[in-house]
């Protein structure tokens, strides 16, 4: 990459904009255009520039809309912190090993963060389960708004106006950011703050950056350290602040992990550092993570196309691009930049060159970069657009002081219809191929309203069988007389399982939980105890895995919606939404909710058959 003493450059108008920014900002307000004497640059003087409030305004729509419309993409987030969530705040909910006593990787201290408020909104007005689990997702999005917006204030400061106008476009239709941003995961919330954190050290306020990388790693996700060791370096090595870095480390060890300690410790009945258990297992154990699957390298190169499409390719090849605008763009004025772009940007490819060596792979691990993504494709397309610029000027005489943008605006347009347009084009896509599982449990929910069948002294089992890992979470069971049951599949791994429902039921160690993803029997439920089944026919039956639905004498369709089969469609329009051809190339089997005809099988005493 280019070194810092030459950068991008930045002409006298954009100048005189990036100032003006920087001014209104302080107030909170941008203006929307900035008015520029210099004739020969008064086209660009007058871009649009969106202002702090038209940014937080277009963040909420965008982030609102993935709140209510997004589907729960991960097993791992339902089973993992929907469920256990549950459990705090209803007394039932299923848990994982991972929150047993004799492991503890996961903190309690992260979900009281989200379940505090909405245990509040539960006391205050009672509402339905699922209005709690969609309060909590505005809730994510909300601040996810609030971050992006000081991350667009943070870009428009170090990087320019023409960079920050770019990244708020792209980051506004972005698909990975439509799941991500208010997915309840440990790496969402990471993702916030290690934002948060680039931003507060582009704005110079390293205090405040090293404590936002310290709540992202010790109350989020430990590995989100990664992105704060570039920080680390600016402070220690080029500021000469190894002082104030160590007493900014030590007050946030003081004020995040000793509390947290404190939490999880009372919660889990003995001392436990659940950042550090987490480290323990994926680092210094002989299976570690590789236990649930290895992915090849291919697999984010083709998971960050599906969630940024062009973008993705040219943020993955920005360290070129600015190499090529070092040589070939001369600067004509001052850099802007405080920072060198080498460093400002390394989090992100720091982040890569690790993750992409790891066996084991899932999306989510992109996400604490996921701002990063947009931020280095503008930084791409912007050298891009100075480049041909430049082409231009050796073939052609323009007016001295020509800005580039009066000439190559095109190229940036061409790259925000095509970006914008796959992005919406694979949202529509996942709502339409995914969202199937949250509307049938809505369905259950109505018609536990409306029918008047239902005893208030029984127990309902929903069963779920292959598709265990696309239960929503128990946010959607109707009331606390449902229980969700797992039913024996081809599956061989471990199964959640109730927590103990007795006093101090989350410090009991259950003897079927492991670290190895040994299966249980226990976890298993008796089919004959079953009243509603959730399954997805694909047509594809085995002894284990029968055709449900196809049982009439048992049971009852009592609602079916259509879902993707993965196996049998086109990998490019199951991917994308593409009007007509999609529905001539993409297969849908039928995710039913069945339900039992017999009622003298309900079970009024669930001590007949519990799972703890």
């Known amino acids: 990459m280019a070194p810092a003493t030459r950068t991008r450059s930045i002409n006298k108008s954009d100048s005189a904009?990036?100032?003006?920014?920087?001014?209104?900002?302080?107030?909170?307000?941008?203006?929307?255009?900035?008015?520029?004497?210099?004739?020969?640059?008064?086209?660009?003087?007058?871009?649009?520039?969106?202002?702090?409030?038209?940014?937080?305004?277009?963040?909420?729509?965008?982030?609102?809309?993935?709140?209510?419309?997004?589907?729960?993409?991960?097993?791992?987030?339902?089973?993992?912190?929907?469920?256990?969530?549950?459990?705090?705040?209803?007394?039932?909910?299923?848990?994982?090993?991972?929150?047993?006593?004799?492991?503890?990787?996961?903190?309690?201290?992260?979900?009281?963060?989200?379940?505090?408020?909405?245990?509040?909104?539960?006391?205050?007005?009672?509402?339905?389960?699922?209005?709690?689990?969609?309060?909590?997702?505005?809730?994510?999005?909300?601040?996810?708004?609030?971050?992006?917006?000081?991350?667009?204030?943070?870009?428009?400061?170090?990087?320019?106006?023409?960079?920050?106008?770019?990244?708020?476009?792209?980051?506004?239709?972005?698909?990975?950011?439509?799941?991500?941003?208010?997915?309840?995961?440990?790496?969402?919330?990471?993702?916030?703050?290690?934002?948060?954190?680039?931003?507060?050290?582009?704005h110079q306020k390293y205090n405040l950056a090293v404590y936002f990388v310290a709540i992202a790693a010790l109350l989020g996700w430990p590995f989100a350290v990664l992105t704060g060791l570039p920080l680390c370096y600016d402070m220690v090595v080029r500021q000469k602040k190894l002082k104030r870095f160590v007493i900014w480390t030590v007050i946030s060890a003081a004020t995040i992990l000793i509390p947290m300690t404190l939490i999880d410790s009372s919660y889990f009945g003995r001392i436990v550092v659940a950042p550090l258990n987490l480290i323990m297992y994926n680092v210094f154990t002989s299976h570690g993570p590789n236990l649930y699957g290895t992915e090849p390298l291919s697999y984010y190169l083709i998971n960050g196309f599906l969630n940024f499409n062009v973008i993705w390719l040219l943020a993955l090849i920005t360290p070129i691009m600015l190499l090529l605008g070092y040589y070939f763009v001369p600067a004509k004025s001052k850099s802007t930049f405080y920072l060198p772009p080498w460093l400002s940007l390394s989090p992100f490819y720091l982040w890569l060159l690790v993750f992409l060596l790891q066996p084991h792979k899932e999306e989510r691990f992109l996400y604490p970069v996921y701002l990063m993504v947009g931020l280095c494709g503008s930084i791409s397309l912007d050298v891009v657009q100075k480049l041909f610029f430049r082409i231009k000027t050796w073939h052609s005489a323009l007016p001295p002081g020509t800005h580039?943008?009066?000439?190559?605006?095109?190229?940036?347009?061409?790259?925000?219809?095509?970006?914008?347009?796959?992005?919406?084009?694979?949202?529509?896509?996942?709502?339409?191929?995914?969202?199937?599982?949250?509307?049938?449990?809505?369905?259950?929910?109505?018609?536990?309203?409306?029918?008047?069948?239902?005893?208030?002294?029984?127990?309902?089992?929903?069963?779920v069988g292959k598709d265990w890992y696309r239960f929503p979470n128990s946010f959607f069971l109707p009331s606390e007389q449902f229980r969700i049951r797992f039913l024996k599949s081809e599956f061989k791994g471990i199964l959640p399982a109730y927590f103990s429902e007795h006093e101090n039921g989350t410090a009991i160690v259950h003897p079927y939980f492991n670290d190895m993803n040994r299966e249980d029997e226990a976890m298993y439920f008796d089919y004959e105890n079953c009243h509603f089944i959730f399954d997805l026919d694909v047509e594809r039956y085995s002894d284990l895995e029968p055709n449900y639905a196809g049982r009439t004498k048992e049971w009852t369709v009592l609602k079916s919606l259509q879902f993707v089969n993965s196996a049998e469609s086109h990998p490019l329009f199951r991917s994308f939404y593409v009007p007509y051809f999609s529905n001539l190339y993409v297969t849908y089997g039928n995710f039913n909710l069945l339900q039992r005809k017999s009622t003298s099988k309900v079970i009024g005493n669930e001590n007949k058959r519990k799972l703890k």
């Open 404 to 463: 580039y943008l009066d000439h190559t605006m095109w190229i940036s347009a061409i790259v925000m219809i095509v970006s914008t347009t796959l992005g919406l084009s694979r949202i529509v896509a996942l709502y339409y191929n995914y969202h199937a599982p949250l509307d049938l449990m809505m369905e259950l929910n109505t018609f536990y309203r409306t029918d008047s069948t239902f005893k208030t002294s029984a127990t309902y089992n929903v069963c």
């Open 17 to 202: 904009q990036l100032r003006l920014l920087r001014k209104n900002s302080k107030k909170e307000r941008t203006p929307k255009t900035v008015q520029n004497k210099d004739p020969v640059s008064a086209s660009r003087a007058n871009a649009v520039i969106p202002g702090v409030d038209t940014a937080l305004k277009a963040f909420l729509s965008a982030r609102f809309c993935a709140a209510l419309w997004a589907h729960v993409s991960d097993c791992d987030e339902t089973f993992n912190y929907w469920d256990p969530l549950h459990y705090l705040i209803y007394g039932r909910g299923l848990q994982t090993w991972e929150y047993s006593p004799e492991f503890g990787l996961r903190s309690y201290a992260y979900l009281l963060g989200h379940g505090v408020p909405a245990w509040f909104y539960n006391c205050l007005f009672k509402p339905n389960p699922m209005l709690v689990f969609y309060m909590i997702r505005c809730m994510l999005g909300l601040g996810c708004a609030f971050v992006e917006v000081y991350f667009y204030k943070a870009v428009c400061r170090e990087f320019g106006i023409q960079i920050g106008r770019l990244w708020l476009i792209f980051q506004l239709f972005s698909p990975g950011m439509f799941i991500a941003s208010t997915a309840f995961l440990p790496s969402s919330f990471a993702m916030y703050f290690c934002s948060a954190s680039l931003a507060a050290w582009w």
